[in-house]
């Protein structure tokens, strides 16, 4: 299987228009996309452990979801993290692509995923993107039974294995569900309009909390841990592709936060 046919199989999946336009998702580092691929590496986050890995694996393309490349760069050096890992996958031969917001927003992607995790059902984009056949950011899902505020963040704790679980003082029966994976707040608003009971994300903020209480129970989960399944969904898009490819998920945990 080549780079290139990689390529093609994820953005048939999710297309590169569907990102964001802060977003920088797609080819990060070319260096080999008419060549053969050796196999793949699966992560959310690329580090120098990422690309060691990777090369210790015999793979040249690394797939991430988070971007390496998000902000402009001005100095490729050693002296921060991205720089070094530029300057280490091109010295061992390695691509590196991601699949960002365009697989948040993609039917059947990121947040179909955590949405199938918590066993929802009915699953439909939360705020559909003009023109792209039921793509679009957050997704809203069924519970099968209704269930108390308690229940269902103790369930959520279980499924995403989170370290805390992060909620406003609201107490109300659960069937409705909206959620998006990542940094969703934005989203918190829609969630009420689509009569959403909760409202599922991985980043929220302090002040975000506020004003929500009569209006719907907000789980923050965190960044990671609403991802982490990104991974299995990337390896199912290129195992679909070619059964027989090299396919390797990240041993290595790259959630730079730690609980106690």
Do not use: W
Request: glycine fraction near 10%; hydrophobic fraction near 40%; charge should be negative.
């Amino acid at each position: 299987m080549k780079i290139r046919e990689i390529v093609n199989a994820l953005e048939r999946f999710a297309p590169l228009s569907l990102q964001d336009s802060y977003d920088n998702a797609g080819l990060q580092i070319g260096l080999t996309v008419d060549a053969d691929s050796t196999g793949a590496l699966l992560c959310l986050d690329v580090t120098e452990d990422i690309i060691d890995e990777a090369a210790s694996k015999g793979c040249n393309i690394i797939i991430s979801h988070h971007p390496l490349l998000f902000r402009p760069c001005k100095t490729i050096s050693e002296k921060d993290y991205i720089g070094r890992c530029i300057i280490k996958a091109i010295q061992k031969g390695i691509s590196i692509y991601s699949a960002h917001t365009n697989l948040d927003s993609a039917v059947g992607g990121v947040n179909y995923r955590i949405s199938e995790k918590l066993g929802l059902e009915n699953i439909k984009a939360l705020h559909e993107k003009p023109g792209t056949d039921g793509a679009g950011e957050g997704v809203t899902g069924m519970l099968p039974s209704e269930t108390d505020s308690a229940s269902f963040i103790e369930k959520v704790k279980a499924t995403f294995n989170a370290g805390c679980v992060r909620y406003n003082n609201c107490n109300r029966q659960i069937k409705k569900v909206a959620l998006c994976g990542g940094a969703g707040a934005f989203l918190i608003n829609d969630a009420i309009e689509a009569g959403a009971d909760a409202f599922l994300t991985g980043e929220i903020g302090y002040h975000r909390f506020f004003g929500y209480e009569d209006n719907i129970l907000l789980l923050e989960i965190g960044h990671y841990e609403s991802e982490q399944y990104t991974i299995g969904l990337l390896h199912d898009i290129l195992k679909g592709a070619n059964a027989d490819f090299p396919i390797y998920e990240a041993s290595a945990t790259t959630n730079p936060i730690s609980y106690r």
